[in-house]
């Protein structure tokens, strides 16, 4: 079978522990995550968590289904095979020697990221946008000489009039 | 209104949830409740090790069909349990937890005997909680007893600071639970139903094999009604043991590893297979890819998690494993389902071969054979008595040789083997049920790592019987060195054993010892009509093997027979 990337989208208590409860059973089964992302939804008893992990079709169901097992989560939706729509925010610290100055704003603009900060040597750049294109801007800066980087992970939410989470 | 204190609500809600009895051992957190206790009529057990006590609320639970409480210290006191909370969990067994912790402010501190229990036994429990507030006790004492009694049971724990035990509050018993990301369910989808009945009736040659969830959810009379109206054999997991009558001419005898001959055989003939509450451990299927390769697989079990995860199913059906087959048996009285006598005939009889040409069975020696112990036992106690098990060989036989027509009389430690369960379940299940004979089938090793808890059962007057089928072995293990290991008896043989009888007495019970097979039944019948702790020392043939045994990984049907 053929392992496939899945962005889950998990509403859980928002209590201490859920978090761990949650990387604890991950580990312990061997599960992947590739990305995690918590924050607090507008009912501030929930957060949600946004997860990409990756597995064929029968450990997708198993990880959906203990991660139901858990008492402090209230729901999982699989947003792979739906409408949804996906975002990333990354942060990039880039070289920027005056002469590859003009082509790295250009690709920033192409990407309609922002500089958040320069300097005599280095931007940084914001870009938000779908794991995809935030992985597309990274190869394109790469030659350039990238410092560090920070991305969010992603996060998702079905478009309307889809079934919601 | 009145304001009660923290351990004071421990033991209103004890009461509510209809607690009686509880097992534990104190320390410096939990002194509080002890204290408390001593104005209450609940029953506390003081066992030796706090293991003795999640072990005996494991059993006591098993036994009474109510849930185990367990009270312990933070620090060591906590840590000790964690064998028999993963046991019970392993299990599915509903045991409520109470560790005391040291005082919030301390929590993180390193302080005296903290430990981050609920960190801890994340993994092993059901559920857990840390009560960080006195105001949010009652609700999580309700809440905690809920998810350990419902859908598929477990323990959980509850890890309380000791200042939460004694600030005051006001007390309101707190409403039936509501758990909105908790919801187990128990009716199960008809339409799923409706084609295991149409399977059922196109089947030459069916089997059910149910587990521990018949047990569980109390679905024995009917599975023995299904079993009964279709004339489907029946087999089970060592967990399952009890869950139809072993008595019972469908009865197959348990499958797997040291399944029967027949019991193994009929899963891998089989064109359909009805599991009941059962996981497919690898203890039962052997090599997966040669399972039940030629059935079409019906999975009944009110935990989605154990459907596909082992094995591929054809149908799928989520519910409680009562309700479940309630409403199958009701479906299959609508149908005409023929002259099942006949058309079962073929089948049934095909069975009846394998058990003729290759029944269970062991032969007699010189030296006593610990077959023969058991057989004994299940004759002279008409097979009535509570078996519990400690882990290895001992375990098997009494699950081979033990007949059980009744679910709650099979006590063992199934899914993690721990070592030392027998003894402490003993006293917990006798405890549960003072008239009934509780026996534990004991190995000389297994015995040695609860023993303490001999002063627990003459403490309390439990006569619970020890039976050692002591083969100066680590038997199980050595069985392994001797089949895969050439014979090297790495650390399997103990150079120095005490004198169990001698032991017996020094903690104030009976002790008795066999050493031919003549003097087994004599011993037997001394230590049954003793009404004390007994412990019975069986010089067992050293070198005496569990069979069939299906070698680690291999297909069940590859049985190496005696
Ligand atoms: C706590 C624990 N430690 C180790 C084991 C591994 N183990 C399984 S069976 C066994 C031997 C048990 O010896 P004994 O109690 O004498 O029983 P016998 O097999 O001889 O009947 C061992 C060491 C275990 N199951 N549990
Ligand atoms: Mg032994």
Redesign the interface.
């Given at each position: 079978m053929t392992e496939k990337k899945h962005i889950l989208s998990i509403l859980?208590?928002n209590e201490p522990?859920v978090l761990?409860?949650i990387a604890?059973?991950f580990s312990?089964r061997g599960y992947n995550i590739e990305s995690l992302c918590v924050a607090e939804t507008n009912d501030a008893k929930i957060s949600r968590l946004t997860m990409v992990t990756a597995g064929d079709s029968?450990i997708l169901?198993?990880i959906k289904?203990?991660l139901?097992?858990l008492?402090?989560?209230?729901?999982v939706a699989d947003l792979t095979g739906q409408d949804y729509v996906e975002r990333e925010l990354v942060l990039i610290k880039i070289n920027a020697k005056a002469e590859h100055r003009a082509e790295i704003l250009r690709i920033n603009e192409i990407f309609r990221g922002r500089i958040v900060d320069v300097g005599l040597e280095h931007y940084m750049i914001s870009v938000t946008g779908d794991s995809d294109k935030i992985n597309a801007i990274i190869n394109l800066l790469k030659p350039y000489g990238i410092k560090e980087i920070a991305r969010t992970g992603s996060i998702a939410l079905y478009r309307e009039n889809q079934t919601k989470v | 209104m009145t304001k009660l204190t923290g351990s004071q609500i421990l033991m209103a809600m004890l009461k509510e949830e209809g607690v009686d009895t509880i097992f534990g051992y104190p320390g410096g957190a939990v002194l509080d409740i002890y204290d408390e206790l001593t104005r209450t009529d609940l029953r506390h057990i003081l066992v030796r090790h706090e293991q003795g006590a999640i072990h005996a609320a494991d059993a006591y639970a098993r036994a009474s069909g109510k849930v185990g409480v367990c009270l312990v210290t933070s620090g060591p006191g906590a840590t000790n349990t964690v064998t028999g909370i993963a046991s019970a969990y392993c299990d599915s067994i509903p045991v409520v937890i109470f560790t005391g912790q040291v005082p919030t402010r301390l929590i993180g501190n390193d302080a005296f005997q903290e430990v981050d229990i609920v960190g801890i036994t994340r993994p092993c429990t059901k559920h857990n909680y840390l009560v960080k507030d006195v105001k949010d006790l009652a609700r999580v004492i309700r809440e905690a007893f809920h998810i350990a009694r419902s859908g598929r049971p477990g323990p959980v724990l509850v890890d309380l600071p000791k200042d939460v035990s004694n600030s005051k509050v006001i007390f309101k018993v707190p409403d039936e639970v509501e758990l909105r990301s908790y919801n187990p369910t128990y009716v199960p989808n008809r339409k799923q139903l409706s084609k295991v009945v149409e399977l059922i009736k196109t089947a030459k040659k069916p089997v059910i094999f149910s587990g521990g969830g018949i047990i569980l959810s109390k679905a024995h009379r009917e599975l023995a009604d299904l079993a009964q109206k279709t004339r489907i054999p029946v087999t089970s997991t060592l967990m399952g043991l009890g869950g139809f009558p072993a008595t019972n001419p469908l009865w197959l005898g348990m499958l797997g590893m040291h399944g029967t001959y027949r019991a193994n055989l009929s899963i891998s003939e089989c064109d359909l297979m009805i599991a009941v509450g059962v996981r497919f451990d690898d203890r039962v299927t052997g090599k997966v890819d040669e399972f039940a390769t030629n059935a079409k697989i019906v999975q009944i079990d009110i935990d989605p998690t154990s459907i596909q995860k082992n094995i591929q199913v054809d149908v799928p059906v989520v519910g409680d494993c009562k309700i479940t087959l309630e409403i199958l048996n009701q479906m299959i009285d609508h149908e005409d389902l023929g002259n099942v006598e006949e058309s079962r005939e073929p089948w049934l009889h095909q069975i009846n071969e394998w058990k003729k040409t290759t029944p269970l069975k062991y032969k007699q020696g010189k030296k006593i054979k610990p077959q023969f112990v058991v057989e004994k036992i299940y004759e002279l106690t008409k097979g009535e008595a509570i078996i519990t098990t400690e882990v290895g060989q001992n375990q098997m036989w009494a699950a081979q040789y033990y007949h059980f027509d009744q679910p709650g009389r099979f006590i063992t430690s199934g899914g993690l083997g721990v070592m030392g369960f027998g003894l402490p379940a003993a006293v917990g299940a006798q405890v549960a049920a003072p008239d009934k004979f509780v026996i534990d089938i004991a190995g000389d090793g297994s015995i040695q790592m609860n023993i303490q808890e001999m002063a627990t059962a003459v403490q309390y007057n439990l006569p619970v019987k020890i039976a050692i089928l002591n083969n100066g072995f680590l038997g199980m293990v050595r069985q392994w060195q001797e089949l895969f290991y050439d014979r090297r008896y790495s650390s399997t043989m103990f150079q120095h054993a005490p004198d169990f009888v001698k032991l017996a007495e020094a903690y104030g019970a009976v002790g008795l010892r066999a050493t031919t097979p003549e003097e087994v039944e004599p011993v037997l019948r001394k230590a049954l009509s003793t009404p004390r702790a007994v412990i019975m020392d069986f010089v067992v043939e050293p070198e005496e093997s569990v069979y069939p045994m299906v070698p680690a990984g291999a297909p069940i049907t590859k049985m190496l027979l005696v």
């Amino acid at each position: 079978m053929t392992e496939k990337k899945h962005i889950l989208s998990i509403l859980v208590d928002n209590e201490p522990g859920v978090l761990s409860r949650i990387a604890g059973l991950f580990s312990g089964r061997g599960y992947n995550i590739e990305s995690l992302c918590v924050a607090e939804t507008n009912d501030a008893k929930i957060s949600r968590l946004t997860m990409v992990t990756a597995g064929d079709s029968v450990i997708l169901e198993q990880i959906k289904k203990q991660l139901n097992k858990l008492i402090n989560v209230i729901k999982v939706a699989d947003l792979t095979g739906q409408d949804y729509v996906e975002r990333e925010l990354v942060l990039i610290k880039i070289n920027a020697k005056a002469e590859h100055r003009a082509e790295i704003l250009r690709i920033n603009e192409i990407f309609r990221g922002r500089i958040v900060d320069v300097g005599l040597e280095h931007y940084m750049i914001s870009v938000t946008g779908d794991s995809d294109k935030i992985n597309a801007i990274i190869n394109l800066l790469k030659p350039y000489g990238i410092k560090e980087i920070a991305r969010t992970g992603s996060i998702a939410l079905y478009r309307e009039n889809q079934t919601k989470v | 209104m009145t304001k009660l204190t923290g351990s004071q609500i421990l033991m209103a809600m004890l009461k509510e949830e209809g607690v009686d009895t509880i097992f534990g051992y104190p320390g410096g957190a939990v002194l509080d409740i002890y204290d408390e206790l001593t104005r209450t009529d609940l029953r506390h057990i003081l066992v030796r090790h706090e293991q003795g006590a999640i072990h005996a609320a494991d059993a006591y639970a098993r036994a009474s069909g109510k849930v185990g409480v367990c009270l312990v210290t933070s620090g060591p006191g906590a840590t000790n349990t964690v064998t028999g909370i993963a046991s019970a969990y392993c299990d599915s067994i509903p045991v409520v937890i109470f560790t005391g912790q040291v005082p919030t402010r301390l929590i993180g501190n390193d302080a005296f005997q903290e430990v981050d229990i609920v960190g801890i036994t994340r993994p092993c429990t059901k559920h857990n909680y840390l009560v960080k507030d006195v105001k949010d006790l009652a609700r999580v004492i309700r809440e905690a007893f809920h998810i350990a009694r419902s859908g598929r049971p477990g323990p959980v724990l509850v890890d309380l600071p000791k200042d939460v035990s004694n600030s005051k509050v006001i007390f309101k018993v707190p409403d039936e639970v509501e758990l909105r990301s908790y919801n187990p369910t128990y009716v199960p989808n008809r339409k799923q139903l409706s084609k295991v009945v149409e399977l059922i009736k196109t089947a030459k040659k069916p089997v059910i094999f149910s587990g521990g969830g018949i047990i569980l959810s109390k679905a024995h009379r009917e599975l023995a009604d299904l079993a009964q109206k279709t004339r489907i054999p029946v087999t089970s997991t060592l967990m399952g043991l009890g869950g139809f009558p072993a008595t019972n001419p469908l009865w197959l005898g348990m499958l797997g590893m040291h399944g029967t001959y027949r019991a193994n055989l009929s899963i891998s003939e089989c064109d359909l297979m009805i599991a009941v509450g059962v996981r497919f451990d690898d203890r039962v299927t052997g090599k997966v890819d040669e399972f039940a390769t030629n059935a079409k697989i019906v999975q009944i079990d009110i935990d989605p998690t154990s459907i596909q995860k082992n094995i591929q199913v054809d149908v799928p059906v989520v519910g409680d494993c009562k309700i479940t087959l309630e409403i199958l048996n009701q479906m299959i009285d609508h149908e005409d389902l023929g002259n099942v006598e006949e058309s079962r005939e073929p089948w049934l009889h095909q069975i009846n071969e394998w058990k003729k040409t290759t029944p269970l069975k062991y032969k007699q020696g010189k030296k006593i054979k610990p077959q023969f112990v058991v057989e004994k036992i299940y004759e002279l106690t008409k097979g009535e008595a509570i078996i519990t098990t400690e882990v290895g060989q001992n375990q098997m036989w009494a699950a081979q040789y033990y007949h059980f027509d009744q679910p709650g009389r099979f006590i063992t430690s199934g899914g993690l083997g721990v070592m030392g369960f027998g003894l402490p379940a003993a006293v917990g299940a006798q405890v549960a049920a003072p008239d009934k004979f509780v026996i534990d089938i004991a190995g000389d090793g297994s015995i040695q790592m609860n023993i303490q808890e001999m002063a627990t059962a003459v403490q309390y007057n439990l006569p619970v019987k020890i039976a050692i089928l002591n083969n100066g072995f680590l038997g199980m293990v050595r069985q392994w060195q001797e089949l895969f290991y050439d014979r090297r008896y790495s650390s399997t043989m103990f150079q120095h054993a005490p004198d169990f009888v001698k032991l017996a007495e020094a903690y104030g019970a009976v002790g008795l010892r066999a050493t031919t097979p003549e003097e087994v039944e004599p011993v037997l019948r001394k230590a049954l009509s003793t009404p004390r702790a007994v412990i019975m020392d069986f010089v067992v043939e050293p070198e005496e093997s569990v069979y069939p045994m299906v070698p680690a990984g291999a297909p069940i049907t590859k049985m190496l027979l005696v």
